[in-house]
C-alpha cells in the first residue's frame, strides 16, 4: 500500500472541510483519510498497517500525528493494536460508488460475437468436461522435480527465457512426440507456449492474414472460434459426421480456407474420431488448397478401443500441419504449458517472430517438465490415468444405459476424458436441462452452445467423467436423466 499516493487523493478529494472551509490539521486529515480507506475496502480486514514511526517516515509528518490517528481508529474500532503492530478490524465494507461508464465503444467487433461462458472448469462438480483427476497426479514427485529444478538454476536463468522455450524441454517433446504420436520433428520445430489457446492464437496471426477464411468443426470448440476471430479471420463452420470433420466439394471451392482447426483423435464436442481415409483426404486437400491444417492432438493420449491412430502431422511427408498438445489434460491445467509443431520450413521465421512478441519465462518448471518426461515417470503417469479413465467410462456408459438408454444415445464414448450424449431434437432443449442438472449439483455442457451460426441444430450433452468415482456413477446418471425427463 502507497500511503502518501492515498492521503494525497483524499487530500484533493477533502481540500476544503468543515463549515469554516479551512482545511483540517494533519492528524485529522490522516485519520480520516485511514478510516475512509478501512470503511470502503481500500484497507481490507486483516490488513497490517505500517508502523507508526515508518509511516511517520514515509508521509514526513511526526511521529505523534500518526499516533493520535492510530488511536482515534482503535477507539473507534476500525483497527486493533497488538503486540506485532496495528490491524484493520472485520468491518464489512460500505459499498463503493458506481464507476462512470467509459465513453468509448468498448470491444472490438470481433470481440462481441464470442459464445457465453457457463460455469466454471474450477467447479470440480460431476461432469465437468476438460479436467483431469487432479487428485491422482503424482503431487509430490512434482514439487521434488521442480525444488531440484529451481535449486539448480544459475543468477542468468532469472532474466527472460528463451522466446521459443527451454532447449531441454524442445528435445524431450520432440522425442515424446516422435515415439508416441508418430509426429515427424527435431526439436527446432517445436515451441513452447501457455498453453492451447496461445497455440491457436499464435496459428491464427502468424499463419493467416485479417479476412482469410478459417475452417472450424461444427459443433466445434470454442476456442478455436475466439482465437481466429481475434485474428480478424472469416470463420466458416463445417459440418462433423462419424468420420470426423467432413468438407464437401463445394466448401473447398467456395469457401477456400486458409487454416482449418480439426481436433481429430477425439473430436470436441461430439467425440468422433477422424478415420484414416478422412485424415489422407483433409490432407490433400489442404495441400491443394494452399491451406495449413492445425490440428488438436488435445485427448490422444487416452484411447480407450481399437488400435491407436498416428497424428495427421506423420501421416505423409512434409504434410501442411501445425501440430498442437498441451499437458493441461495429461498432468494439471494450472501448469500452463503448451506447445505448437511447425512444419520446418516455417520454424525460423516464426521463431523471429516469437523473439520480437514474447517473453518467455517458467524456467524451473519447463526444466522439470523436461525431466519428468526423460524420466519415465510421464509415461508411467498416462498409463494409470488411462486405466482409471477407461474404468469411469465404463461405469458412466452402464449408468447411462440403464437409465437413459430409451432417451438418448452415447457418442465418442471410444476415446478422451469425455463423451456426447444425443437426444431426441422433439425433447427437452440442452440448455434447459444443464440449468436443471446444475440445481442438482451436476455440471453437464450443452452440445447447441458449440454450434456457429448457420450450421445444423444440435440437441445434447457433453460428460466429462475424468473427475467421478466409478462407484459414483449409477446415482448421478439416475439424477441426470431425472433432470432430463
Known amino acids: ?9 483524499f487530500g484533493r478529494d477533502h481540500a476544503r472541510h468543515g463549515s469554516s472551509g479551512h482545511p483540517w490539521p494533519r492528524q485529522r486529515l490522516l485519520h480520516e483519510c485511514l478510516r475512509t480507506a478501512i470503511r470502503d475496502g481500500t484497507l481490507a480486514a486483516g490488513t497490517r498497517l505500517l508502523a507508526t514511526r515508518a509511516l511517520a517516515q514515509e508521509l514526513g509528518i511526526a511521529r505523534n500525528t500518526v499516533l493520535y490517528a492510530y488511536e482515534q481508529l482503535a477507539c473507534e474500532g476500525f483497527v486493533i493494536p497488538d503486540r506485532r503492530g496495528t490491524v484493520v478490524a472485520g468491518i464489512a465494507p460500505a459499498p463503493r460508488r458506481r464507476a462512470a461508464d467509459v465513453p468509448q465503444a468498448g470491444l472490438a467487433r470481433r470481440a462481441q460475437d464470442l459464445r457465453a461462458v457457463h460455469g466454471s472448469p474450477g467447479d470440480g462438480l460431476p461432469f465437468t468436461p476438460g479436467v483431469p483427476d487432479l487428485r491422482a497426479f503424482p503431487l509430490a514427485q512434482w514439487r521434488r522435480l521442480l525444488d531440484r529444478a529451481w535449486r539448480g538454476l544459475s543468477v542468468a536463468q532469472l532474466n527472460y527465457g528463451d522466446p521459443v522455450g527451454e532447449p531441454a524441454l524442445r528435445t524431450a517433446i520432440a522425442d515424446y512426440l516422435r515415439a508416441s504420436r508418430g509426429v515427424v520433428c527435431e526439436p527446432g520445430q517445436v515451441f513452447i507456449t501457455d498453453g492451447t489457446q496461445s497455440s491457436l492464437d ?88 494452399g491451406a495449413l491444417i492445425v490440428e488438436d492432438d488435445y485427448d490422444s493420449e487416452f484411447r480407450h478401443e481399437g488400435p491407436p491412430l498416428a497424428a495427421m502431422q506423420g501421416l505423409v511427408p512434409d504434410a501442411p500441419v501445425l501440430y498442437c498438445g498441451t499437458f493441461s489434460k495429461t498432468m494439471f491445467p494450472a501448469l500452463r504449458i503448451g506447445f505448437l509443431v511447425v512444419p520446418a ?19 524451473a518448471e519447463q526444466l522439470a517438465l523436461a525431466k519428468f518426461l526423460r524420466s519415465g515417470e510421464f509415461a508411467l503417469h498416462l498409463r494409470r490415468m488411462r486405466r482409471l479413465y477407461r474404468q469411469r467410462r465404463d461405469a458412466l456408459v452402464a449408468a447411462l444405459d440403464r437409465h437413459l438408454g430409451d432417451r438418448a444415445a452415447v457418442e465418442g464414448a471410444s476415446a478422451g476424458m469425455h463423451l456426447a450424449l444425443r437426444l431426441p431434437a422433439a425433447g427437452p432443449a440442452d440448455v434447459e436441462i444443464v440449468r436443471r442438472a446444475r440445481e442438482q449439483g451436476i455440471v453437464v455442457n450443452a452440445l447447441s452452445t458449440h454450434a456457429l451460426p448457420g450450421g445444423p441444430p444440435c440437441n445434447g450433452l457433453l ?5 467421478v468415482p466409478a462407484e459414483r456413477m449409477d446415482e448421478l446418471v439416475r439424477r441426470l436423466a431425472g433432470a432430463i425427463r
Not at 500500500?1 to 487523493?9: G, I, Q, V
Not at 460428460?463 to 473427475?467: I, P
Open 345 to 363: 520450413g516455417l520454424a525460423l521465421p516464426l521463431a523471429a517472430m516469437r523473439a520480437q512478441s514474447a517473453a518467455a519465462g517458467r524456467t
Open 463 to 467: 460428460l466429462g467423467y475424468a473427475q
Open 202 to 289: 499464435l496459428c491464427a496471426h502468424a499463419c493467416a492474414d485479417a479476412g482469410d477464411t478459417a475452417w472450424i468443426e461444427h459443433p466445434g470448440y470454442g476456442g478455436a472460434l475466439a482465437a481466429f476471430r481475434g485474428a480478424g479471420l472469416v470463420v466458416e463452420g463445417i459440418a462433423v459426421d462419424a468420420e470426423g470433420m467432413a468438407p464437401s466439394a463445394q466448401d473447398w471451392t467456395r469457401r477456400r480456407p486458409r487454416l482449418i482447426y480439426t481436433t481429430p483423435s477425439h473430436q470436441y464436442p461430439a467425440g468422433v474420431v477422424m478415420s484414416p481415409a478422412r485424415r489422407m483426404a483433409l490432407i490433400a486437400g489442404a495441400r491443394a488448397a
Open 1 to 9: 500500500m502507497d500511503y502518501a499516493l492515498l492521503l494525497d487523493a
